[in-house]
Antibody
């Protein structure tokens, strides 16, 4: 059974940093690209960032480019999102998401339950 | 970026009825790279359809995806009680991949 478990969310002040982690199990992690997708509670979905199976291809939404860094550790079956210079607009539930492909295709077949990030003073 | 507009915003139907959800793209989506997701309250989205018309693993055949170019449709042939939820379309043929704003299917 595929499982994606996010951690690292919480309340953070504007301008500060936070690092999300995602522990993956139930599939061959290094065979697939991975993504972060966020959702403001009660609102729609916004893709944030994606990383290919071997980390050679990394893409970001314009809204987070230069502030967020996605990475993965295939030996630990883990995905990360380093978020710097956070603003109120980054407040959302952040989902760790598995791609259907090894490249950053953007087709998402499994989702975690999400980690809530709240940016507030 | 490609903007996806879903209609209607809310669909009020009874169990057993047919639901037709529309997703219109601001420009043509290459290779019909459109997916549909279902989201229930308090849950993560679930993939229903990819490639515009291919059902994901374990998805019942009452969920039917169709369309090409800029117009895509998700049809639920006969609504079951568990189908009342929010549905999102997504295009992944052009970077950045984008989502529609969602259609809520509620019990009438």
């Amino acid at each position: 059974e595929v499982q994606l478990v996010e951690s690292g969310g919480g309340l953070v002040q504007p301008g500060r940093s936070l690092r999300l982690s995602c522990a993956a199990s139930g599939f061959t992690f290094d065979d697939y690209a991975m993504h972060w997708v966020r959702q403001v509670p009660g609102k729609g979905l916004e893709w944030v960032s994606g990383i290919s199976w071997n980390s050679n291809n990394i893409v970001y939404a314009d809204s987070v480019k230069g502030r967020f860094t996605i990475s993965r550790d295939n030996a630990k079956n883990s995905l990360y999102l380093q978020m710097n210079n956070l603003g109120a607009e980054d407040t959302a539930l952040y989902y760790c998401v598995k791609d259907i492909s090894y490249i950053v295709a953007g087709n998402f077949d499994y989702w975690g339950q999400g980690a809530l990030v709240t940016v507030s003073s | 970026e490609i903007v996806l507009t879903q209609s209607p915003g809310t669909l009020s139907l009874s169990p057993g009825e047919r639901a037709t959800l529309s997703c219109r793209a601001s420009q043509s989506v290459s290779s019909s790279y459109v997916a549909w997701y279902q989201q229930k309250p308090g849950q993560a989205p679930r993939l229903l359809i990819h490639g515009a018309s291919t059902r994901a693993t374990g998805i019942p055949d009452r969920f039917i995806g169709s369309g090409s170019g800029t117009d895509f449709t998700l049809t639920v042939s006969r609504l079951e009680p568990e189908d009342f939820a929010v549905y999102y379309c997504q295009q992944y043929g052009s970077s950045p991949q984008t989502f529609g704003q969602g259609t809520k299917v509620e019990i009438k």
